[in-house]
């Protein structure tokens, strides 16, 4: 039997759009893979009468009271930021009895052992999975995953704006304020930057993730924070020219008893798990004493990504309370894409004699089952078979298949190598 | 009050000798964090005399029913591998009323959908983390963070052995054979590699993740599998040439209502999330609707990563039915580490007058305060100021601070930029 859950969401701003756009889109995947029917039963937010007019199915209000004080509400979630009143309502819907759900980064990391606490007290469950890192499960992986482990260390990418400008700085040679207007045009970086370029978002996020890797009540205050602003694009040619990228990284490790916090600009070798993390994304490595390092990468930010995280700590909390997990749901017998469905772009590494009109010849087949030629390489050779390096574009594999069997019966082909190409999708940037 | 769970462990393997050592080393640690009192009762294995030996407190035995028909026993975890007396095993826990945990991968690939089902239908819990990307919380990703999304993908790196032939062959310029027989040397190989290079391990694996993300039963026999006997080192010089890298991906994804689902060679571009992936790690990347690509990488098999995965099952499932999470647990506050105990690296990059006898200065400064210099950068410039560039070994910041204090004060010093370099941590590769 499905549980029915009623969801009250204060803030309706980007994320809580996102949410309520989530909620309309997957609601009948999420009921279906888990058996909770998600309910947005309420929205407060100071806009109310505008938002009334866009939406419906859901109650809107401007006082955050409706919601706290609304019994069939089970869960409520905090998206407006801040200090106050955003406490007030996450200290008050524990008192109703309510479990809680934020995205509040600053609230956590300067008072959230209070939150922690009265949560505690009053066995309400909170989830804050949004307040770090996005979409990435990041809180999951070190309360679920990483359990059995003693955290050595957490090294982070922890904010977008900043390594969306160290990338544009280092892959297209910009300036600190170049790659920071480039950020702004994007909507990656506010109007004032401070709060991202001087590294206290990144700062309030290692904190959150700290005190729970420790267990230790940490001060922000106490957090060395260094910004980018102060980074050439000199030394970043300086680093590449020693194996090295800079990256911002929210930095702590517990040495003996005491905590090394710290959030500043970083080298690190070109084979750390972080430096090949570009753009707007957010990336968090930990170590721990068995799994020994595991990072996860995704989107720090952004409506649709923090939602996700929003939604999945709605319904960790719900299947807690319910004991209803615990076993994949097989709903159906899997129906198989066939070979003549299936696209993708191919590499061929074709070996013929030297002779002329070779590479005609063997376009010319591809041509016919409609396959075209991205790139070529041929290059002179001192032997008898010559390599011809040929890079397509997506095709179907069917006629790749059938255009194969007639370029290795020619004469002139020796062997045919061929490896497929996975690309075009979006991982945060357009290679080509 | 503390939960006490008693643990059945069926085979003491690398994995089980693991799990051993996780309970003895961390048991502490799990119960600080979670109120949870792992203890492991029994061991059953059939060399259960020679085991009995070296261990303390706790039963062995060489008969698997002395487990699951142990009325103490919450938790029975499979560890032997391979279809039977796996699945009897795993059956009767369920009968019996116990939950259970795998990393049997075969199992759940080519009969999970029974043990799915009866797991349901006993209200059983099945764990089975370990069986997907060793150390790597993926399974919980998929099921946790990623909840409120529609997979649109998954490509992994699910096979450490070939994942470190393919690094080999790039960065070392091996042969297929040399690189196996240097993954054979360091353990990371069978002496019958057959299973890994030829696919069939991360085909089992892309199945039990498809399943989940998608919901379908799928027939391992319906994966096209296909290994890397045939990459030669002149692919991936064309490869690295035109910016790609080869990996064998195990890859699925739904079009329309029909699964694409293979394991192959596979060219990435260079700056794809998994393109970095080195040597015998594994990674995993989901393409949500709403979260984008979400990117996790780690240790996929050895001993201490696979024992930290099945801990975190069992923690998880205990979580689950008591409902007794969902706060994080402040113990203490922090306290912090002095900058005259943080030991890092240091790049600095100094712009001094032209003269001579210059370098010597500023090394002697750095000398006096036990600084080493790891490498000097130093080229002639065409402009009044010319740039050093040093990288030191590591070294006290506050020593590093106070020498940048008298570097500053030379007369022939104009600017001084210092970044800390963070490295020399085991990620699968000793760089230096």
């Known amino acids: 039997m499905d549980t029915v859950v009623n969801i009250g969401l204060v803030g309706f701003g980007t ?15 999420i009921l279906q893979k888990t058996g909770i029917d998600l309910r947005l039963k309420k929205i407060c937010d100071l806009r109310a009468d505008d938002i009334k007019k866009n939406l419906t199915g859901v109650t809107v209000s401007s006082d955050w009271k409706d919601i706290t004080g609304d019994r069939d509400i089970d869960i409520v979630v905090e998206l407006i930021g801040g200090i106050e009143p ?5 200290l008050e819907s524990l008192n109703c009895g309510k479990n809680i759900v934020t995205a509040n980064k600053k609230l956590l990391a300067e008072e959230g052992t209070e939150i922690f606490e009265t949560a505690r007290r009053l066995r309400g469950k909170i989830g804050f999975e949004a307040a770090v890192g996005g979409g990435i499960p990041c809180v999951q992986a070190l309360k679920g995953g990483l359990v059995g482990n003693r955290i050595e260390s957490i090294n982070g990418i922890l904010n977008g704006t900043t390594n969306f400008i160290l990338t544009m700085m280092e892959e297209c040679d910009l300036s600190f304020g170049e790659a920071l207007k480039e950020a702004q045009e994007k909507g990656f970086a506010e109007a004032d930057p401070t709060f991202d370029v001087e590294g206290y978002d990144a700062a309030h996020k290692i904190a959150i993730i700290s005190m729970l890797a420790f267990n230790r009540k940490i001060e922000y205050d106490k957090i060395g924070k260094e910004g980018i602003t102060s980074i050439s694009s000199v030394d970043i040619r300086y680093a590449q020219e020693m194996g090295y990228v800079i990256k911002l990284l929210g930095i702590s490790k517990m040495v003996d008893d005491e905590i090394d916090i710290r959030v500043h600009p970083t080298m690190i070798h070109s084979t750390h798990p972080l430096a090949s993390v570009r753009n707007e994304f957010n990336a968090i490595m930990y170590i721990g004493d068995m799994a020994g390092p595991v990072t996860l990468t995704g989107k720090g930010a952004g409506s649709r990504p923090t939602a996700s995280a929003v939604v999945s700590d709605i319904v960790q909390i719900v299947q807690s309370i319910q004991n209803i997990e615990g076993y994949p749901i097989i709903t159906e017998t899997a129906n198989y894409l066939p070979a003549d469905k299936r ?7 074709v070996h013929t004699l030297d002779e002329p009109g070779i590479l005609s010849k063997i376009s010319g087949v591809l041509g016919e089952y409609k396959i075209s030629i991205a790139s070529v390489i041929q290059q002179e050779m001192d032997c008898d078979f010559v390599p011809l390096i040929i890079m397509t574009y997506a095709a179907y594999e069917h006629d790749m298949l059938a255009a194969l069997d007639e370029i290795r019966a020619f004469d002139f082909v020796e062997t045919v190598i061929f490896i497929r190409v996975e690309d075009s999708i979006d991982w945060g940037d357009k290679h080509e």
């Open 86 to 90: 955003a406490k007030s309502i996450l």
């Open 343 to 349: 696209l993708s772009r191919y590499y061929l590494r």
């Open 15 to 29: 994320v809580g759009e996102g949410v309520y756009q989530l909620l309309r889109e997957n609601h009948d995947i």
